[in-house]
T-cell receptor
Framework: AQTVTQSQPEMSVQEAETVTLSCTYD???????LFWYKQPPSRQMILVIR??????QNATENRFSVNFQKAAKSFSLKISDSQLGDTAMYFC?????????????FGQGTRLTINP | NAGVTQTPKFQVLKTGQSMTLQCAQD?????MSWYRQDPGMGLRLIHY???????DQGEVPNGYNVSRSTTEDFPLRLLSAAPSQTSVYFC??????????????FGPGTRLTVT
C-alpha cells in the first residue's frame, strides 16, 4: 500500500531561519509525482512545489526547494529565509491509483510556526 | 479564471437533515474529487469523477452521493447528516491522465458542523 509519513507534527523557527520538513513515502510505482501543499489558517490548500520522480534534479520554487532521494523514498521540503507568512500546516502528498481510484495520499501534516 | 469554487463556506446542520455542497471549476478539468479533512487524519477521498456522467467511490463514501452532469460542476450530497460527518470538505480538480494523476487544484473548503 502507498503511504506517506511526516514524522514531525510541529516545528517552530525564527523568522529568516531555514527549516526543513521531512517526508517519507512507500510506493511500488516507477513513475510518479510528489507534492508539498501548504494550508494556512484560511484553510486553502496551496500547491507549494512538485517533483517528478524521473527527474534527478531537485525542484525549486523561489525560497522553497526539495531534497528528493528516490532510493531512500525521501522527499523533504526546505524553506529558506523563512517569513511570517510561511506559518501554516504543510502536507506532503503522493498521487496514486488504489483499486481503480485515483487519489492523493496525504501525510499527517507538519504544523510550522515562524516566530518574529 | 476563478479556479475551483465551493459554497457554502460554513454550514451547521441538525442530525438527519440533508444538504448539498456545491463545487464548480472553470479550468475544463476532467477529474474532480471530494475530500474530507479531519484533525490528525490528513485528507481522505470521498468520491471522484473522471468526466461528465462518470463517478466512483473513494475510501469514505458512506453517507454521501455525487453526480457529474457537466464538466464544470460536481455537487456532494449528504443524505442524512450525522455528527460523524462534522468535518472540513474540499473539492479538487485536475487534468486527467491514466497514471499518475496530475496535481490537484483545491477549492477553499466548507466547514460543516452537524449537531
Amino acid at each position: 500500500a502507498q503511504t506517506v509519513t511526516q514524522s514531525q507534527p510541529e516545528m517552530s523557527v525564527q523568522e529568516a531561519e531555514t527549516v526543513t520538513l521531512s517526508c517519507t513515502y512507500d510506493t511500488s510505482e516507477s513513475n510518479y509525482y510528489l507534492f508539498w501543499y501548504k494550508q494556512p489558517p484560511s484553510r486553502q490548500m496551496i500547491l507549494v512545489i512538485r517533483q517528478e520522480a524521473y527527474k534527478q534534479q531537485n525542484a525549486t520554487e523561489n525560497r522553497f526547494s526539495v531534497n528528493f532521494q528516490k532510493a531512500a523514498k525521501s522527499f523533504s521540503l526546505k524553506i529558506s529565509d523563512s517569513q511570517l507568512g510561511d506559518t501554516a500546516m504543510y502536507f506532503c502528498a503522493f498521487p496514486t491509483t488504489i483499486q481503480g481510484a485515483q487519489k492523493l495520499v496525504f501525510g499527517q501534516g507538519t504544523r510550522l510556526t515562524i516566530n518574529p | 479564471n476563478a479556479g475551483v469554487t465551493q459554497t457554502p463556506k460554513f454550514q451547521v446542520l441538525k442530525t438527519g437533515q440533508s444538504m448539498t455542497l456545491q463545487c464548480a471549476q472553470d479550468m475544463n478539468h476532467e477529474y474532480m474529487s471530494w475530500y474530507r479533512q479531519d484533525p490528525g487524519m490528513g485528507l481522505r477521498l470521498i468520491h471522484y469523477s473522471v468526466g461528465a456522467g462518470i463517478t466512483d467511490q473513494g475510501e469514505v463514501p458512506n453517507g454521501y452521493n455525487v453526480s457529474r452532469s457537466t464538466t464544470e460542476d460536481f455537487p456532494l450530497r449528504l443524505l442524512s447528516a450525522a455528527p460523524s460527518q462534522t468535518s472540513v470538505y474540499f473539492c479538487a480538480s485536475s487534468y486527467y491522465t491514466s497514471s499518475p494523476v496530475y496535481e490537484q487544484y483545491f477549492g477553499p473548503g466548507t466547514r460543516l458542523t452537524v449537531t
